[in-house]
């Protein structure tokens, strides 16, 4: 079964300075990969997702994340954080095959200091 | 499209009452998800359906919980009877297509709710 790891519960940056969150898995093949925002109280949206092809892969809102097989990571990547950006993010993976389930990690809270 | 539509928001109910919460999903999506989030054990998949069929109940979790997708623009999830334990943010998500095609999941904005 495949499951995904969160190394790091909560993180601050201050506005401008650039971001990376770490998002490990497990899994024996190559998974769907994907990352969600959570801003408080509202549902999930998603940033960004790979299936397949290009390992860097663009999201909304100026988010990318890149596959790397060898480290079995999915770290999503900002160049400059905004205010905005401060919310809980979410990386979840999908097993190839019938099940359309997916599993997702504990979650970053990411803090942005003025 | 307005989204997918979850009411009520707040749930406030006493240990032993039945509790129902409701789902609209985006119109023509044919997956529709229902997810517990708790600080302890995080965001968990309950239950999902294809169709309007239940595909896979293996995260409900015991019997007091009990899901129904009448027609494709609605659905329920019951707790009867409720516990403490099961105070929670729900959440019901809905997809065009499945894992295997493009599969993003909508999220609603969830029931938060409280067993006292």
């Known amino acids: 079964a495949q499951s995904v790891t969160q190394p790091d519960i909560h993180i601050t940056v201050s506005e401008g300075a650039s971001l990376e969150l770490r998002c490990n898995y497990s899994y024996g093949a190559t998974p769907y990969l994907f990352w969600y925002v959570q801003s408080p109280g509202q549902g999930l949206q998603l940033l960004l997702k790979?299936?397949?092809?290009?390992?860097l892969v663009q999201g909304i809102k100026g988010f990318e994340a890149e596959f790397k097989r060898s480290q079995s990571s999915f770290n999503l990547r900002k160049p400059s954080v905004h205010w905005s950006d401060a919310a809980e993010y979410f990386c979840?993976?999908?097993?190839?095959?019938?099940?359309?389930?997916?599993?997702f990690g504990t979650g970053t809270l990411l803090a942005v200091q003025p | 499209d307005a989204g997918v539509i979850q009411s009520p928001r707040h749930e406030v109910t006493e240990m032993g009452q039945e509790v129902t919460l409701r789902c609209k999903p985006i119109s023509g999506h044919d997956y529709l998800f229902w997810y517990r989030q708790t600080m302890m054990r995080g965001l968990e998949l309950l239950i999902y359906?294809?169709?309007?069929?239940?595909?896979?109940d293996s995260g409900m979790p015991e019997d007091r919980f009990s899901a129904k997708m009448p027609n494709a623009s609605f659905s329920t999830l019951k707790i009867q009877p409720s516990e403490p334990r099961d105070s929670a943010v729900y959440f019901c998500?809905?997809?065009?297509?499945?894992?295997?095609?493009?599969?993003?999941?909508?999220f609603g904005p969830g029931t938060r709710l409280t067993v006292t």
């Open positions: 979840a993976v999908g097993a190839r095959g019938a099940t359309n389930k997916l599993i």
């Open positions: 359906f294809n169709n309007n069929v239940p595909i896979d």
């Open positions: 998500a809905s997809s065009l297509e499945g894992l295997a095609v493009s599969y993003e999941q909508y």
């Open positions: 790979y299936f397949s092809g290009d390992t």
